[in-house]
T-cell receptor, first 113, second 119 residues
């Protein structure tokens, strides 16, 4: 069973379009995250959700809107896509505990043309 | 704000040899966690090893071990008996032990070190 899954794994779209990336975790974790990995492989937090409440928004443009219909899902919706949005987007989840290890999804490679 | 620095963009090691990847971090916190993640070409992020700041003993996971120097804010990864499958990007990451409203904080990553393994 896949612990953290993302769909789609690849997404190619035109500038100006609106797209969504879905994330689901079957680990029963309380907290989910979205990270962006740019073309230089740098990973940076975008959002964090704890029990469906946003707790971190690291200066992400408001064209990006996370939506959490329930504890197991955290979707990322992006409006008016720009060339600079091309990146790999990772979803992750974790549970309170000593390490709070984050489990990552396989990533979604978004290409904006 | 916390920062993580990996000063080696690329490293190379001969198969069966040992290699050490460097990581330094900056924080004013006394309690935190440190991690090394591996990202092979498949791009899946895989946790290699983790260390709690309050533990003096260095973490070890099979061929992987760390040298944690809290005073120096250094957290290097040693890979022994390197294998071809070890070739990947390696990311050092920091996480505060203090979350928000009881939840966990996000990971702060270094820029990564690309490790090549020569047969």
């Amino acid at each position: 069973d896949t612990a953290v899954s993302q769909t789609p794994k690849y997404l190619v779209t035109q500038m100006g379009n609106d797209k969504s990336i879905k994330c689901e975790q079957n680990l029963g974790h309380d907290t989910m995250y979205w990270y962006k990995q740019d073309s230089k492989k740098f990973l940076k937090i975008m959002f964090s959700y704890n029990n469906k409440e946003l707790i971190i928004n690291e200066t992400v443009p408001n064209r990006f809107s996370p939506k959490s219909p329930d504890k197991a899902h955290l979707n990322l919706h992006i409006n008016s896509l720009e060339l600079g949005d091309s990146a790999v987007y990772f979803c992750a989840s974790s549970q309170p505990g000593s390490y709070n290890e984050q489990f990552f999804g396989p990533g979604t490679r978004l290409t904006v043309l | 704000a916390q920062t993580v620095t990996q000063s080696q963009p690329e490293m190379s090691v001969q198969e069966a040899e040992t290699v050490t990847l460097s990581c330094t971090y900056d924080t004013s916190e006394s309690d935190y966690y440190l991690f090394w993640y591996k990202q092979p070409p498949s791009r899946q992020m895989i946790l290699v090893i983790r260390q709690e700041a309050y533990k003096q003993q260095n973490a070890t996971e099979n061929r992987f071990s760390v040298n944690f120097q809290k005073a120096a804010k250094s957290f290097s990864l040693k890979i022994s008996d390197s294998q071809l499958g070890d070739a990947a990007m390696y990311f050092c990451a920091y996480r505060s032990a203090v979350g928000y409203g009881g939840s966990q904080g996000n990971l702060i990553f270094g820029k990564g070190t690309k490790l090549s393994v020569k047969p």
